[in-house]
């Protein structure tokens, strides 16, 4: 689940003036649901002119290598992958992002500045042993050179910044790079299984009715070569990650005004994955667990799931986050122990506000069962998507 809101005025300034822009309107992203969530009913939402400008996540089977690729006619689509490198004190977290958007601007457009499709790109380094969280962000405007994201497979491209599968017999690999003020990172990621499907077979329900849904899997756990970089002094790091991948074309349900999302590789080769939509009393408009063992299969004891908040814990934008946060699963209670608290992100200049998105633990007591990301959205002002 990524936070996508880029704001018409940014659009403008940072692209240029290309004649008419057009309605772009927002770009909103939910994330994944559960094999075993409500089933979907039909029924109308939005626009008239959004539903005939973008087209419907409707079931069908996910078709690879084919949908490592990028789904130019939907609204958002992002790649999204997370990693814990090194143990102890000298454990790191790091993020990359990029997202991709078709805004409503006339397709029939000739010219090739038209800003049709966008492309924006988040990175981030946490490193507690110095107490510095390290982030970047980027936005242009898909050019297919150096702004790129291929069809045919996960190939993505922003200057110096990518992310490209590779595939052979034994084994598929995420190779990726990306660079900041002080910081840089080159990583290759690898994995023998087959994708996560998240949803039905791939359809992820974000709600109660059809529109609310997307297309989405995850490859997890993968196995993590990196180089990571700190001013002169640079380091081979190892350890494990999570790539995302999630098209759509639909917005947030009535009344949400963010959500809480979560993705541990568990220590026994399994999975979980997280989350609730919640309303402006921070209660669960949806929410589902999705919980794997180590052959992909879904686990029968995490099964029921509510977030319990903690904190709170302000950031440097002044808001209030719910951290230390907790799980309850199967009514036992589950702590998500934070790598650092400071790891909130400020994308006011790509995708638009703040969130908190963050290297965890998944603790029982004790004892440590898994690591991951944590994303909260939306607890300094509503989504607008």
């Not at 992002?97 to 409503?104: E, P």
């Amino acid at each position: 689940m990524k936070p996508f809101t880029p704001r018409r005025d940014f659009i403008t300034s940072a692209l240029g003036t290309f004649g008419t822009i057009g309605t772009f309107g927002t770009f909103g992203s939910l994330g994944a649901l559960a094999p075993w969530g409500p089933a979907l009913s039909a029924q109308p939402s939005g626009s008239a002119q959004e539903n005939s400008f973008y087209p419907a996540v409707k079931p069908r089977a996910l078709i690879f290598p084919q949908d490592h690729g990028a789904h130019p006619d939907y609204r958002t689509e992002w790649w999204y992958l997370t990693g814990w490198l090194g143990e102890g004190r000298d454990a790191m977290g790091f993020q990359l992002t990029f997202f991709r958007s078709k805004t409503q601007h006339p397709s029939d457009n000739p010219s090739r500045l038209a800003p049709k499709q966008l492309l924006f790109a988040h990175a981030a380094l946490s490193n507690p042993q110095e107490d510095r969280y390290l982030h970047a962000n980027r936005s242009g405007r898909l050019s297919g050179t150096r702004l790129s994201a291929a069809v045919s497979d996960t190939a993505l491209q922003f200057d110096d910044w990518a992310l490209h599968r590779l595939s052979n017999a034994s084994e598929e690999t995420y190779e990726g790079q990306f660079a900041g003020e002080g910081f840089a990172v080159s990583f290759k990621a690898s994995t023998h299984e087959l994708p996560l499907l998240r949803g039905h077979g791939g359809v992820s329900p974000k709600g109660p009715q059809a529109q609310h849904s997307s297309y989405y899997y995850s490859r997890a756990p993968l196995a993590v070569n990196a180089q990571v970089k700190l001013g002169p002094r640079t380091q081979s790091m190892q350890g494990v990650a999570w790539l995302d991948h999630e098209w759509s074309s639909q917005v947030l349900m009535p009344g949400a005004v963010g959500w809480d999302w979560l993705g541990i590789n568990l220590l026994d080769g399994g999975t979980l994955m997280a989350f609730q939509i919640r309303n402006a009393q921070a209660q669960a408009l949806y929410a589902q667990v999705d919980a794997r063992d180590r052959q992909g299969q879904p686990r029968q004891d995490w099964r029921r799931l509510r977030w319990i908040g903690g904190g709170p814990w302000r950031s440097k934008s002044l808001i209030e986050y719910p951290i230390p946060m907790n799980l309850e699963l199967d009514g036992v209670v589950y702590r998500l122990e934070p790598l650092m608290l400071a790891q909130e992100v400020d994308a006011r200049t790509s995708t638009g506000g703040f969130y908190w998105e963050g290297a965890v633990c998944l603790m029982q007591g004790d004892k440590r069962l898994g690591f991951g990301y944590l994303e909260l959205t939306g607890y300094g002002a509503p989504l607008n998507v």
